[in-house]
Structure formats: C-alpha cells, structure tokens
C-alpha cells in the first residue's frame, strides 16, 4: 500500500517547493529588476503621479463626471505608456511573466500528477482520463 500523507506533510513539501522557486534565476531577476525600479527617481514620480491621477478619476466616477473622468483617462493612458516604455519596467514584466510562468506550471503539473495518480490507482483508462469506476460503469452498461 502507498504511503499516507497529512496535510502537515504537504504543507511541509510545498513550503520546501516554494522557497526552491524563491531562489530561481528567474525570481532573482525580478527582485533586481524591481529594486532598479524602486531605485529610479523618473519611475517613482511618474508612478506617484499616476496613483494621484488614478484617485482623482476614482472621484470623478463617482460623483458621475464624464468629461472629466475622460481626460484623466487619457492622461493616465499616457503615463502608463511612458512608464512601459521604460525598458527596465519592460524587463520586469517580462520577468514577473516568467515567474508567473513557473507557478502556473508547478501548479498545472502538481494537478495533472493528482489527476493521472488517481486514474491509475482505480484501473482507469489515463487515454481517455476516466477512473477505474468509470470504466467499470461503463462497461456493464455495455453489457446489459
């Protein structure tokens, strides 16, 4: 018989699992990356004035004013633009996909192992992802 595990035991593993992906190249890049960011006066007033103009348009949705909520827009359209077209903020993006990347895919690969660990362990049919009792039920289904 397989080996039991406790939700202890699996917390354990994912917290081993997430402090390996914490030390990744790619989590790497995005800390400095991040901390260029932090660092750049240009980036951190640009991103004040955006979170000022963000407010401003918050208040202008509230209080139901169109024209005014429409410039606000275009001129925080406008600095969103500057901001991504700083090729440091381009980089960390990218690298904050990546990272995203990672734990999508240890995600999906923990779901899938679950998944086919199932299947198999009730004679199931992994082609057509149908567990053992599945493949029973159909199967006398056919026979009636």
């Known amino acids: 018989m397989d080996k039991q595990y406790t939700k202890d035991d699996i917390i354990t593993k994912a917290r081993e699992i997430a402090e390996m992906i914490a030390n990744t190249e790619e989590v790497d890049f995005f800390k400095r990356a991040e901390a260029q960011i932090n660092e750049n006066q240009k980036i951190r007033e640009k ?43 381009q980089e960390f993006k990218q690298s904050q996909g990546e990272v995203n990347d990672l734990l999508q895919l240890v995600a999906n690969t923990i779901a899938n192992k679950v998944t086919n660990q199932i299947i198999e362990s009730t ?9 053992g ?6 199967s006398q289904k056919t026979e009636l």
């Open 133 to 138: 009792s599945k493949v029973k039920a159909t």
């Open 47 to 89: 991103i004040a004035s955006l979170r000022s103009l963000q407010k401003q348009a918050v208040n202008f949705q509230h209080y139901g004013k169109e024209k005014a909520l429409n410039m606000i827009e275009s001129k925080i359209q406008k600095i969103e633009e500057e901001i991504d077209s700083i090729p440091i903020v």
């Open 123 to 131: 004679g199931g049919d992994l082609l057509r992802g149908e567990t």
